[in-house]
């Protein structure tokens, strides 16, 4: 799967994929990752990008010229792209988004800078816009990142062991159950005794359980829709 990064500060977001689980996939070709930088498309005799807003309003906007040639460019060699605009303006990117958009061939992720970006390119260019969470960003590049993240996981082959994607928070209605390690006993503090004893379904339940509590304390929401979609 190839994502292309169209922002101003490539260099914000290379460094993250280069290493770990992401960038083993990238070096065995599973996911590629490039970037385009509008900048390099202006046709402003002084390299501007920006401009005031029309109508008034503090700050700076993303012109629309560097933007859609770098959108054009990008579509110019590659059939299938997904354009997906970084934005407060947005529903708020899931679980269920990620796995859903693993499946395209050619993810674009568009980051804003100042202010944002003109509307009419988000109007006519996007395919889909999301938001990660109700704050604002300084720029689109972390939400980019997040949302490449959060897809690569998903495309086959990607992680080592797949199994894991299965039994991660929210893949049921439940968060994660709370997990341990190695030693058995640290500061003092025990892990869960009945983990110790090898009896998987009394195990599954207890994790169950836990799961249950922890998804009733920090997310009601989640809980809430999960009693009712048993019923
Ligand atoms: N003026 C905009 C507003 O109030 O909606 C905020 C612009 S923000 C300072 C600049 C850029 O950061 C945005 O164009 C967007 O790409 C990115 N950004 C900021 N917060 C974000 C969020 N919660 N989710 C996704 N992108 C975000």
Request: proline share 5%.
């Amino acid at each position: 799967m190839r994502f292309t990064f169209v922002t101003l500060f490539p260099e914000l977001v290379s460094g993250y994929f280069s290493g770990s689980i992401l960038g083993r996939a990238i070096e065995e070709h599973k996911l590629s990752i490039d970037y385009q930088n509008p900048r390099d498309f202006t046709t402003d005799k002084h390299n501007k990008v920006d401009a005031p807003m029309i109508g008034g309003g503090a700050g700076m906007l993303m012109t629309p010229q560097p933007l859609v040639d770098t959108l054009k460019h990008i579509q110019s060699d590659s059939p299938n792209t997904h354009i997906i605009f970084l934005t407060p303006v947005a529903k708020q990117f899931t679980q269920n988004d990620a796995k859903r958009l693993a499946k395209k061939e050619h993810v674009v992720l568009v980051s804003g800078r100042y202010e944002g970006i003109d509307e009419r390119v988000i109007e006519h260019y996007a395919d889909e816009v999301f938001s990660i969470g109700d704050y604002i960003l300084t720029g689109g590049e972390l939400a980019s990142m997040v949302l490449c993240d959060a897809i690569s996981r998903n495309v086959d082959g990607v992680l080592g062991n797949s199994d894991s994607l299965q039994v991660e928070s929210f893949e049921s209605p439940l968060l994660e159950a709370p997990s341990f390690t190695k030693p058995m006993i640290y500061e003092n503090n025990e892990v869960v005794s009945e983990f110790l004893k090898g009896n998987h379904s009394k195990i599954t339940d207890l994790k169950k359980g836990l799961a249950l509590c922890k998804t009733k304390y920090f997310r009601p929401d989640l809980y809430k829709k999960g009693i009712a979609d048993e019923k």
